[in-house]
């Protein structure tokens, strides 16, 4: 047996692009975006030129050819970055179009898919509901079939980039009964009449557009009926554990970002006529804050490595979530009060990397209800 726990040569390749991209070109767009609320929809087509969108897609459909460490990679520095940026791309390249991907005809990868990677088009994935929260069995937007196709209506909430979105991937209910197969997936072109969409105002990742859906007697053609098939639940599911892994990258990125503020802070600030990273207090602060972090990793990785591997199950997906979100949340906020009153003030970046740390404890399925899966995996039924 034997064990590797080093990235590889392109693994570190990629690391070193994404964080130069940031540097060089997104790191000064973060604070107009954060303050306007406005993503710059121009970013969309660089990431497609540098083969970032299409990080998990083989290169046969126009992917970078890469692996689910890869993915977790880029998702990390650009969280590290800002989680806004994050959360646009990962909207994009992941849920909006992984299951067109998976089961999509082939006309539907060439109008949807393959434009999305090259980000000639922005996607979205709607599939929180006002009423139902992280309880997907409990969705009440519904699909009629209809002569040559089927009319949509009910509410979308919490739908990051369906402001700037040329299409969204819909899912909804295809037959009244609360069951998993009823849970189909639709492609809808925007704007489109019968989706009334509501940008939304937001404490935290403020740089992401996010929006309210209102669908009443949409008509959706059949050909945008999802791999032309009734029944994705099962797809669905599969789809959220692996973005499971990838949101616990992007936490990991902003708690290493919020570390790294506030080592930087603790070494900066003299009281008393020495650092304040020298007086036990926040000296332990940081020590935990660093093996806190260092433990996310490892999960992080593992669970990626778990993908590539064809191993990932639910309850392991909902372990890496977990720890890496309030991983981020912990660390965040001990940043904060290590700045002290600084850590309140906009010119520095902890008091950003909280507000979006607190997004991932409930977005991608809140901790309880990863604990729920975790706990029924124990044999427990809560």
Same mark, same amino acid.
């Given at each position: 047996?034997?064990?590797?726990?080093?990235?590889?040569?392109?693994?570190?390749?990629?690391?070193?692009?994404?964080?130069?991209?940031?540097?060089?070109?997104?790191?000064?767009?973060?604070? *107009?975006?954060?303050?306007?609320?406005?993503?710059?929809?121009?970013?969309?087509?660089?990431?497609?030129?540098?083969?970032?969108?299409?990080?998990?897609?083989?290169?046969?459909?126009?992917?970078?050819?890469?692996?689910?460490?890869?993915?977790?990679?880029?998702?990390?520095?650009?969280?590290?970055?800002?989680?806004?940026?994050?959360?646009?791309?990962?909207?994009?390249?992941?849920?909006?179009?992984?299951?067109?991907? +998976?089961?999509?005809?082939?006309?539907?990868?060439?109008? !949807?898919?393959?434009?999305?990677?090259?980000? $000639?088009?922005?996607?979205?994935?709607?599939?929180?509901?006002?009423?139902?929260?992280?309880?997907?069995?409990?969705?009440?937007? %519904?699909?009629?079939?209809?002569?040559?196709?089927?009319?949509?209506?009910?509410?979308? @909430?919490?739908?990051?980039?369906?402001?700037?979105?040329? !299409?969204?991937?819909?899912?909804?209910?295809?037959?009244?009964?609360?069951?998993? $197969?009823?849970?189909?997936?639709?492609?809808?072109?925007?704007?489109?009449?019968?989706? $009334?969409?509501? +940008?939304?105002?937001?404490?935290?990742?403020?740089?992401?557009?996010?929006?309210?859906?209102?669908?009443?007697?949409?008509?959706?053609?059949?050909?945008?009926?999802?791999?032309?098939?009734?029944?994705?639940?099962?797809?669905?599911?599969?789809? @959220?554990?692996?973005?499971?892994?990838?949101?616990?990258?992007?936490?990991?990125?902003?708690?290493?970002?919020?570390?790294? *503020?506030?080592?930087?802070?603790?070494?900066?600030?003299?009281?008393?006529?020495? %650092?304040?990273?020298?007086?036990?207090?926040?000296?332990?602060?940081?020590? $935990?804050?660093?093996?806190?972090?260092?433990?996310?990793?490892?999960?992080?990785?593992?669970?990626?490595? @778990?993908?590539?591997?064809?191993? @990932?199950?639910?309850?392991?997906?909902?372990?890496?979530?977990?720890?890496?979100?309030?991983?981020?949340?912990?660390?965040?906020?001990?940043?904060?009060?290590?700045?002290?009153?600084?850590?309140?003030?906009?010119?520095?970046?902890?008091?950003?990397?909280?507000?979006?740390? !607190?997004?991932?404890?409930?977005?991608?399925?809140?901790?309880?209800?990863?604990?729920?899966?975790?706990?029924?995996?124990?044999?427990? +039924?809560?």
């Amino acid at each position: 047996m034997s064990l590797n726990f080093s990235f590889s040569a392109e693994h570190e390749a990629v690391r070193d692009t994404v964080r130069r991209l940031c540097r060089e070109e997104l790191a000064p767009l973060v604070e *107009a975006a954060e303050e306007s609320e406005h993503f710059p929809k121009q970013v969309f087509k660089r990431w497609g030129e540098l083969g970032l969108l299409g990080v998990r897609y083989p290169a046969a459909d126009g992917g970078s050819d890469m692996d689910k460490v890869s993915d977790c990679i880029v998702r990390e520095e650009l969280s590290y970055m800002s989680q806004a940026f994050a959360t646009s791309w990962s909207a994009q390249t992941h849920l909006s179009i992984w299951p067109i991907w +998976k089961i999509g005809t082939e006309s539907q990868k060439e109008r !949807f898919f393959r434009p999305a990677l090259a980000g $000639d088009r922005i996607a979205g994935f709607a599939l929180s509901e006002p009423d139902g929260g992280s309880n997907i069995r409990a969705m009440k937007t %519904r699909a009629e079939k209809v002569p040559g196709g089927w009319k949509l209506g009910g509410s979308k @909430l919490y739908i990051t980039n369906a402001p700037i979105a040329d !299409f969204l991937m819909v899912a909804a209910r295809t037959s009244p009964q609360l069951k998993p $197969d009823a849970i189909s997936l639709f492609i809808v072109e925007l704007p489109h009449k019968g989706f $009334d969409i509501h +940008k939304l105002r937001k404490e935290g990742i403020r740089g992401s557009e996010t929006a309210l859906i209102h669908i009443e007697d949409a008509f959706v053609p059949d050909d945008c009926l999802v791999g032309e098939r009734t029944g994705t639940y099962p797809l669905l599911l599969e789809c @959220l554990s692996e973005n499971r892994v990838g949101v616990a990258a992007n936490a990991l990125g902003m708690a290493r970002a919020a570390f790294d *503020a506030a080592k930087a802070f603790a070494d900066d600030r003299i009281v008393a006529g020495k %650092r304040i990273g020298d007086y036990q207090a926040v000296a332990h602060r940081l020590a $935990d804050m660093a093996a806190d972090i260092e433990a996310a990793r490892w999960m992080v990785y593992y669970g990626a490595w @778990l993908v590539d591997q064809g191993r @990932l199950d639910a309850a392991t997906a909902a372990k890496v979530k977990l720890i890496a979100t309030e991983t981020a949340l912990k660390v965040s906020e001990q940043a904060i009060r290590i700045h002290g009153g600084a850590g309140i003030m906009r010119e520095y970046p902890v008091g950003r990397i909280h507000r979006d740390a !607190f997004v991932y404890v409930i977005g991608e399925g809140t901790s309880d209800i990863q604990r729920n899966i975790i706990a029924r995996d124990l044999g427990f +039924k809560p």
